[in-house]
């Protein structure tokens, strides 16, 4: 029996130690000390000694256990430290490799016109107003002068919108309702802009586009006269354009102005010569005029006391100008390739 003692004690040690992981170690564990090893059968066996060899035998069961035990404590403490050893290898996170950079969007063309003007005016001490985009009949028509029968009416395809109860909802045509909401809401004096998204009923080719931009300018004060206004352009057209450019005025009619004026810029590129930009050195910009005193009156403004002048320019008009962009439609194509070109965010 002790020499069955000492050779399942020599074989332990050896199975534990040649145990590669601890899976091996666990097999070795079973076929060691299990239930079914012949070291158990042996500790069964002690029953059936006489007692003197039963105390000498099973004392030295008792120091092979603990010695087989203590052997296999020992090689799974190693094992189990190789594990981890090799977790935190894994997880090691590299501080040398290069980092992927987040990639950087930039602004769009429009929001960087759009900031341009309305830092321009907010300098010269302008108001940023805002209204609803959708718009009913009397602040988008006839608020602006505009009746029912106006021609004016069949000259911008507005598009109506479906809500039940409510027949003359639109989608305001230009940024000018937000004029009228202004005057309503406050009394002279008024220097406002209002910068927004308006709606036609246009088929998209190369200039025209079924949504766009505009920013309007309103103001209303005593004294106000057409020189305020044309110095106030010249003002924008100098920094927008440069500090070269001048401004011409030519007569034109819009319902909500009287007079109303076409407003050219002197062409930025041929400063005024002629060139294939502008033809023959002015460029077309906007449309202004001294607001019609039954626009004042339809707000409830004293028209003998208060004049003002309102003028409103497109902002893609200012962007295809600025960045030399052929075609309106790649500003809403979402070329990242092509927006890509107009500098970082800020
Ligand atoms: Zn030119």
Same mark, same amino acid.
């Given at each position: 029996?002790?020499? #069955?003692?000492?050779?399942?004690?020599?074989?332990?040690?050896?199975?534990?130690?040649?145990?590669?992981?601890?899976?091996?170690?666990?097999?070795?564990?079973?076929?060691?000390?299990?239930?079914?090893?012949?070291?158990?059968?042996?500790?069964?066996?002690?029953?059936?000694?006489?007692?003197?060899?039963?105390?000498?035998?099973?004392?030295?069961?008792?120091?092979?256990?603990?010695?087989? #035990?203590?052997?296999?404590?020992?090689?799974?403490?190693?094992?189990?430290?190789?594990?981890?050893?090799?977790?935190?290898?894994?997880?090691?996170?590299?501080?040398?490799?290069?980092?992927?950079?987040?990639?950087?969007?930039?602004?769009?063309?429009?929001?960087?016109?759009?900031?341009?003007?309305?830092?321009?005016?907010?300098?010269?001490?302008?108001?940023?107003?805002?209204?609803?985009?959708?718009?009913?009949?009397?602040?988008?028509?006839?608020?602006?002068?505009?009746?029912?029968?106006?021609?004016?009416?069949?000259?911008?395809?507005?598009?109506?919108?479906?809500?039940?109860?409510?027949?003359?909802?639109?989608?305001?045509?230009? #940024?000018?309702?937000?004029?009228?909401?202004?005057?309503?809401?406050?009394?002279?004096?008024?220097?406002?802009?209002?910068?927004?998204?308006?709606?036609?009923?246009?088929?998209?080719?190369? #200039?025209?586009?079924?949504?766009?931009?505009?920013?309007?300018?309103?103001?209303?004060?005593?004294?106000?006269?057409?020189?305020?206004?044309?110095?106030?352009?010249?003002?924008?057209?100098?920094?927008?354009?440069?500090?070269?450019?001048?401004?011409?005025?030519?007569?034109?009619?819009?319902?909500?102005?009287?007079?109303?004026?076409?407003?050219?810029?002197?062409?930025?590129?041929?400063?005024?010569?002629?060139?294939?930009?502008?033809?023959?050195?002015?460029?077309?910009?906007?449309?202004?005029?001294?607001?019609?005193?039954?626009?004042?009156?339809?707000?409830?403004?004293?028209?003998?006391?208060?004049?003002?002048?309102?003028?409103?320019?497109?902002?893609?008009?200012?962007?295809?100008?600025?960045?030399?962009?052929?075609?309106?439609?790649?500003?809403?194509?979402?070329?990242?390739?092509?927006?890509?070109?107009?500098?970082?965010?800020?």
């Amino acid at each position: 029996m002790l020499e #069955t003692l000492e050779g399942e004690l020599a074989r332990g040690r050896a199975a534990f130690e040649a145990a590669a992981t601890l899976q091996e170690l666990e097999d070795a564990q079973v076929s060691v000390l299990g239930r079914k090893a012949p070291f158990s059968q042996l500790q069964r066996g002690l029953g059936s000694l006489d007692e003197s060899q039963r105390r000498e035998v099973g004392a030295r069961v008792n120091a092979v256990r603990t010695e087989l #035990t203590a052997s296999l404590d020992t090689r799974r403490a190693t094992l189990q430290e190789a594990v981890e050893a090799t977790l935190l290898q894994e997880d090691r996170i590299d501080m040398t490799l290069p980092g992927r950079r987040p990639r950087a969007g930039s602004l769009h063309p429009l929001t960087l016109v759009e900031r341009e003007v309305i830092e321009v005016f907010t300098r010269l001490g302008f108001r940023v107003a805002e209204g609803p985009e959708i718009e009913d009949d009397w602040h988008n028509f006839q608020a602006l002068n505009i009746p029912t029968d106006h021609p004016a009416r069949t000259m911008k395809d507005s598009l109506f919108v479906a809500i039940p109860g409510h027949p003359e909802l639109l989608l305001r045509t230009e #940024t000018s309702a937000v004029q009228i909401r202004t005057m309503q809401s406050q009394p002279p004096p008024v220097y406002v802009i209002a910068p927004g998204r308006v709606y036609r009923r246009e088929t998209a080719d190369a #200039t025209h586009l079924a949504v766009f931009h505009q920013v309007e300018g309103l103001v209303v004060d005593e004294g106000i006269t057409f020189a305020d206004l044309k110095g106030t352009l010249e003002a924008m057209a100098k920094e927008l354009f440069g500090e070269r450019r001048r401004v011409r005025l030519g007569p034109a009619y819009f319902p909500f102005v009287e007079p109303g004026a076409e407003v050219g810029v002197s062409c930025f590129k041929c400063d005024g010569v002629g060139c294939r930009v502008c033809g023959n050195g002015w460029i077309e910009l906007l449309g202004a005029g001294m607001v019609h005193p039954q626009v004042l009156e339809n707000c409830g403004y004293d028209p003998e006391r208060y004049t003002g002048f309102a003028f409103g320019v497109g902002i893609e008009r200012i962007a295809l100008l600025r960045y030399a962009i052929p075609d309106i439609r790649m500003l809403v194509d979402g070329d990242v390739r092509f927006l890509e070109q107009f500098g970082t965010a800020s």
